[in-house]
């Protein structure tokens, strides 16, 4: 008599493991992110965005709000909507990758701490990332009341930052 095989217990093991790699692939593909270009701007720059992971062809809701607390109540944390490949994806192709730009508040953002959100709205997906407004001023006068963006050679420049953290490097 032959001893019994391990063959339908070895099979449905190397099934649930090849079941468990490609519901891995299958997540993976679909996991969405954004990304700005930079993770600090002065008031009044454009942040360049780059949203990837959401569905070829896909609209995808973009928001900018305070991430510190500070009401959302300036003129340019609206939703805005850009579709893949459409007018406003600044790469115009179609491949579930949409690049987009933000104008960066000067009014309740100085300072602040900003979260930007992603959402395709067919997929469902959903991205988050942070960045910062830090407000630096130069000056030409101790007072700081006269604010200059150049200066001449060997000229006493003052500077104001808010916001800034002690981990940061400054070269004057």
Not at 64 to 88: E, F, K, M, N
Not at 103 to 111: F, I, K, L
Not at 132 to 147: I, M, V
Request: hydrophobic content about 35%; aromatic content about 10%.
């Amino acid at each position: 008599m032959k001893p019994a095989t391990n063959t339908p217990l070895s099979l449905t093991r190397l099934f649930l493991f090849v079941c468990a790699c490609l519901g891995a692939q299958l997540f993976a593909a679909r996991a969405a992110s954004v990304t700005t270009d930079k993770a600090d701007y002065p008031p009044g720059a454009t942040a360049y965005i780059t949203a990837s992971g959401f569905q070829a062809g896909e609209t995808v809701m973009f928001q900018v709000l305070h991430a510190d607390g500070t009401p959302s109540t300036g003129a340019d944390h609206d939703p805005w909507y850009v579709t893949d490949g459409g007018v406003g994806d600044l790469d115009g192709v179609v491949n579930g990758i949409i690049q987009t730009t933000w104008h960066v508040c000067e009014d309740d953002c100085v300072g602040s701490t900003l979260e930007l959100t992603a959402t395709g709205q067919t997929s469902g997906l959903t991205s988050k990332t942070q960045f910062k407004d830090l407000d630096q001023q130069l000056y030409e006068e101790s007072a700081r009341t006269n604010k200059r963006d150049a200066f001449a050679w060997g000229s006493t420049v003052y500077w104001r930052g808010t916001g800034i953290d002690s981990k940061s490097c400054w070269v004057a």
